[in-house]
């Protein structure tokens, strides 16, 4: 996953395709985000649980431990080794999700520079990520050391020609329960192992070149290319 998304829906949106009844604190905005090429280390629309109640946070994306000092902070934690290494163990309990339209992927197709591609999914829903973090205390506020990791796994099926690592993404009924703190997390483990959406649910295509500004927020940026 090379690290960039989309957010143009508002939070409401997401929180209705997440599904979850009850109330929301909403420090996020119900205005549409807008945001069409999000790049890593700037704030990103969250949702995590914290007493029982839906949060919806702008956050960093990328985190590192306080003792990483010598290396950037990843946006991204491997599937196969995010619950049992050292690095993200501290952040490994606190589970989020990152709701996305869509997000990007560069292909070397033999050009001078290389293909961005559009990656969403078939019905337009929205994308849930699964997502670990330090994330915002209700009380406390955005902390100077909060930030969030998507999760990512093998592609597969033809998602492969366009990168090998995607984010994994859960349905709704797994999200909630990937929200949910009393899921053990043997269990959280098993569900982003396992039980991620398959890559038929997604479609893709080529983009404008455009994407690769990260100042370019314009709209046409997702559409397709001619």
């Given amino acids: 996953m090379c690290g960039r998304i989309s957010q143009f829906s508002d939070i409401r949106e997401y929180v209705a395709t997440l599904g979850m009844k009850g109330a929301l604190v909403n420090s996020v905005g119900d205005a549409p985000l807008e945001r069409y090429n999000v790049a890593p280390t700037t704030q990103v629309a969250l949702l995590h649980l914290q007493d029982e109640t839906l949060h919806a946070d702008l956050v960093r994306w990328g985190w590192r431990p306080h003792w990483a000092k010598d290396r950037a902070a990843p946006i991204n934690a491997r599937v196969e080794k995010v619950a049992h290494g050292p690095f993200f163990r501290a952040i490994?309990?606190?589970?989020?999700?990152?709701?996305?339209?869509?997000?990007?992927e560069w292909v070397d197709e033999g050009g001078p520079k290389k293909q961005p591609y559009l990656i969403r999914?078939?019905?337009?829903?929205?994308?849930?990520?699964?997502?670990?973090?330090q994330l915002p205390d209700a009380d406390e506020g955005l902390g100077e050391h909060d930030g969030f990791v998507i999760i990512t796994a093998d592609s597969a099926g033809g998602m492969v020609d366009i990168h090998d690592r995607r984010p994994v993404v859960l349905t709704p009924e797994l999200a909630r329960e990937w929200l949910d703190p009393t899921t053990p997390k043997e269990?959280?483990?098993?569900?982003?192992?396992?039980?991620?959406?398959?890559?038929?649910?997604?479609?893709?295509?080529?983009?404008s070149m455009a994407v690769g500004n990260i100042r370019n927020q314009a709209a046409n940026i997702i559409k397709v290319a001619l």
């Fill in 121 to 133: 999914r078939r019905d337009g829903a929205p994308v849930l990520c699964a997502a670990i973090g």
């Fill in 92 to 104: 490994w309990p606190h589970r989020a999700i990152t709701p996305v339209d869509n997000w990007f």
């Fill in 187 to 207: 269990r959280a483990e098993q569900m982003v192992l396992h039980q991620g959406e398959p890559a038929e649910i997604f479609e893709w295509f080529r983009v």
